[in-house]
């Protein structure tokens, strides 16, 4: 059984462009959420995906954004980087229901310079 | 706010000795989960606890759970090199909820 899949595993990006990060649940899982984390703030929530419908948002700025495929597939962008945003973007999928594991990917490891 | 805490942040032990990583949250939580991480790794799930009184064992850990006391605690076995990583809780606040709110982690490290 294939795991989470994100897409890339590494990036070096400009202050100041966007980027774009890949996620692909595992089949048949319908919920993809997305965690920052870095060594200051720890793993935090950005969003979470369920049917194509963002159920849930954490507290980051408007340039998080992120989007659901009819296949599950997610993506989020990141636009005008920051240093900041220097971090270590993991997705988790899951089946959505209550009472369910996530299962995490291996991250994208994203440095802003 | 859901807050959790975890202590210790650090923890170094002997291979052999037993130790247990405490998990506090602040609000009523449905589900509690533990994973470990690897340096420059994912999350692996280990544990997750679903009601009072839960309690799971996987080799030499074992992961239990009291509700009322909002509290979680991860106990390890005789600890063995190999267990060495950082280990976090996470707990989503309400039924349905996907958004888990992780504690800070507590890093272990065996020493042979």
């Known amino acids: 059984k294939a795991g989470v899949t994100q897409t890339p595993r590494y990036l070096i990006k400009t202050r100041g462009q966007q980027v774009t990060l890949s996620c692909s649940p595992i089949?048949?899982?319908?919920?993809v959420s997305w965690y920052q984390q870095t060594p200051g703030q720890g793993l935090q929530f950005l969003f979470e995906y369920f049917s194509e419908t963002q159920r849930n948002k954490g507290n980051f700025p408007g340039r998080f954004s992120g989007r659901q495929f009819s296949n599950s597939r997610s993506e989020m962008n990141v636009s005008t980087l920051e240093l900041g945003d220097s971090a270590l973007y993991l997705c988790?999928?899951?089946?959505?229901?209550?009472?369910?594991?996530?299962?995490f990917g291996q991250g994208t490891r994203l440095t802003v310079v | 706010e859901l807050k959790v805490e975890q202590n210790p942040l650090f923890l170094s032990m002997q291979e052999g000795k037993n130790y247990t990583i405490y998990c506090n949250y602040s609000?009523?939580?449905?589900?509690l989960y533990w994973y470990r991480q690897d340096p420059g790794k994912s999350l692996e799930s280990l544990f997750v606890?679903?009601?009072?009184?839960a309690v799971k064992q996987e080799g030499r850990l074992m992961a239990s759970l009291d509700t009322k006391a909002r509290l979680s605690t991860l106990h390890i076995t005789a600890a063995v090199h190999d267990l060495s990583a950082t280990y976090f809780c996470?707990?989503?606040?309400?039924?349905?909820?996907?958004?888990?709110?992780f504690g800070t982690g507590t890093r272990l490290t065996i020493i042979p």
């Open positions: 606890l679903l009601s009072n009184g």
């Open positions: 996470a707990v989503t606040t309400f039924f349905g909820n996907e958004k888990l709110t």
């Open positions: 988790a999928s899951s089946l959505g229901d209550s009472y369910t594991e996530a299962f």
């Open positions: 609000t009523t939580s449905d589900r």
């Open positions: 089949s048949g899982h319908r919920s």
